[in-house]
């Protein structure tokens, strides 16, 4: 179908051109080229974290922490099921059992009680998301992890900018993931990226990323016959991957000022439609929309009342957990009752820098329009 209003479109300037077009032009190194340890050194900086490693997916930089950190068969990994799949897949690449906790509504992230309770001699790995680039309740889940002697990865796929307490969030985790995925804040069309402050980590997910090879010499430049120290995958990106991210990262601040301006204006737009509930930004804490989510007790039919007009919606997130690999081929029984609140009457509307004031109008109005017949 082709919609009148996507859900989302990428940003992209004359800069982002000339970035990957320099890259190709130089006509060698498209892969390991210069602007890849560049576009970590940007993103560790900007985060605010000493060590950052790029991955050609936000999978591929979770998969890669678990394993650096040896979690592996017999240990459980809590994560959420109001998620994208791949947070709860990552566990199952290296043989380690999710464990589903439930959230909580004031930010949609993993309620720390829940987290709490489901800790076992077997916990080893906590494993938050910040759920649309809002921050969930970090602080307090860096302090059961810690009180536990659990590991904390934050899955920041979604939240790059975000803040809590003035900090960024990726650095409340002993590491982090990121995406840059097409619709995230910023986009290289697929890719990803760990940060951390551990030396030890680095390194061992170098070797992850790239064969088990060390990267002492340039494997493309050398004639010197490379050794294979560990068992490793090719979760690299390219070197117009990383030109493009460059680019991107350096309007970052602007991009997340036109989402906060937008958000208000959908915020003001939508603040007295009956049945519709827009949830609010949490104290202390700096959201950065990489989606625009709203809760409608008619949800589902809502959805098509706006696919009639031609605006496209989507539900993010429906339940890891009643999908139907973990329900009816790993038989998983997960009772969350917050979880299951939530993804029945969330939808994501139409949201990304370079939507429209009369596009976001036109959205508006149709669920106001609905929202009075559905009296």
Not at 186 to 211: C, F, P, Q, W
Not at 280 to 306: G, H, N
Request: hydrophobic content about 40%.
């Amino acid at each position: 179908m082709t919609w009148k209003i996507p859900l989302f479109k990428m940003y992209w300037d004359d800069e982002d051109v000339a970035s990957v077009n320099a890259a190709i032009k130089t006509g060698m190194n498209w892969a390991l080229g210069p602007q890849i340890p560049a576009f970590e050194r940007k993103i560790a900086e900007y985060v605010g974290t000493k060590y950052c490693l790029t991955f050609n997916s936000g999978t591929s930089a979770l998969h890669a922490a678990l394993l650096s950190y040896g979690i592996g068969i017999g240990d459980e990994v809590i994560i959420p099921s109001f998620t994208f799949i791949a947070t709860a897949n990552a566990p199952k690449f290296v043989g380690a059992t999710p464990v589903f906790a439930d959230i909580e509504d004031a930010t949609f992230g993993l309620d720390p009680a829940d987290v709490e309770a489901k800790i076992t001699p077997r916990t080893k790995a906590i494993v938050p998301i910040h759920f649309g680039g809002f921050p969930c309740q970090v602080r307090e889940l860096r302090k059961i992890a810690d009180e536990h002697d659990i590991v904390l990865i934050e899955d920041a796929a979604e939240a790059m900018g975000a803040t809590v307490g003035g900090r960024y969030v990726g650095t409340f985790g002993d590491s982090s993931i990121l995406s840059f995925c097409q619709n995230k804040i910023i986009t290289t069309g697929e890719g990803g990226a760990v940060v951390t402050d551990n030396r030890d980590l680095y390194e061992k997910m170098k070797l992850v990323r790239s064969h088990g090879r060390p990267d002492t010499l340039d494997y493309f430049s050398t004639i010197e016959v490379l050794d294979y120290v560990s068992l490793g995958y090719n979760f690299r990106i390219s070197t117009m991957t990383a030109a493009l991210g460059i680019a991107q990262l350096d309007k970052i601040g602007r991009l997340i000022g036109i989402r906060k301006s937008d958000a208000a204006y959908y915020r003001a737009g939508l603040a007295e439609v009956p049945g519709v509930v827009v949830p609010p930004e949490q104290p202390d804490t700096v959201s950065v929309y990489q989606l625009f989510s709203i809760r409608a007790k008619k949800r589902d039919a809502l959805m098509k009342y706006l696919e009639g007009k031609g605006i496209m919606t989507k539900i993010y997130f429906p339940p890891v957990h009643k999908t139907h690999y973990y329900q009816n081929v790993l038989r998983y029984t997960s009772s969350l009752p917050m979880t299951d609140t939530v993804s029945g009457d969330i939808v994501s509307l139409p949201f990304y820098p370079g939507i429209t004031r009369d596009e976001m109008d036109t959205v508006i109005q149709a669920i106001r329009e609905f929202g009075a017949k559905s009296q």
